[in-house]
């Protein structure tokens, strides 16, 4: 089998290329792959953030910023019922509205803007350390990247099967 004129193996007919990025866009929005996809993004930036307080855990007039976690959560449950009242299921984008904390960015990804959090003590430095406060919030949030990222993967595997037709 050869390849038409003008065209790799690789390349989709122009007459169909519309046709199938629509359907790899149906398919990256489908089921809960839009819902793992914002919460790995948000436990990467979290952890980043949770880094930089550990990091910065002596320095003299450090004020430690967090994020609410239960705020995303409640974006996220917004975003995933306003997809199933508008779309009757489990299919479509996942469109969530930004908060104080939780924006988007240039390309359209998660940005988060840290507050300040209510608990911790004031040392003598001015630093609000609590360092079992920060490996909690460390362990906690390495653990929903790695959930959620092992249900992405499966999923992306069971569509992989499915274009492959090895089902």
Known sequence: MR????RGW????????????M???????????PALELTMRFAAQRQRLVAHNIANIDTPNFIQKDVSVGGF???LDRAIRERRSRTGGMHGELAWEETAELG???????????????????FHDRNNRDIERLMQALAETT?????????????RNIIDMAIAQRV
Not at 3 to 6: I, K, S, V, Y
Not at 10 to 21: A, F, I, L, S
Not at 104 to 115: D, I, N, S
């Open 104 to 122: 988007r960015g240039a390309r359209g990804g998660l940005v988060l803007t840290p507050e300040t959090p209510s608990g911790g003590v004031l």
């Open 73 to 75: 959560q409640e974006t």
């Open 23 to 33: 359907l790899i866009d149906q398919l990256n929005n489908a089921g809960a792959m």
């Open 143 to 155: 653990s929903a990247f790695r959930v959620a990222g092992d249900l992405y993967r499966n999923q």
């Open 10 to 21: 690789g390349e989709w007919p122009r007459d169909c290329e519309g046709e199938g990025r």
């Open 3 to 6: 390849a038409a004129p003008g």
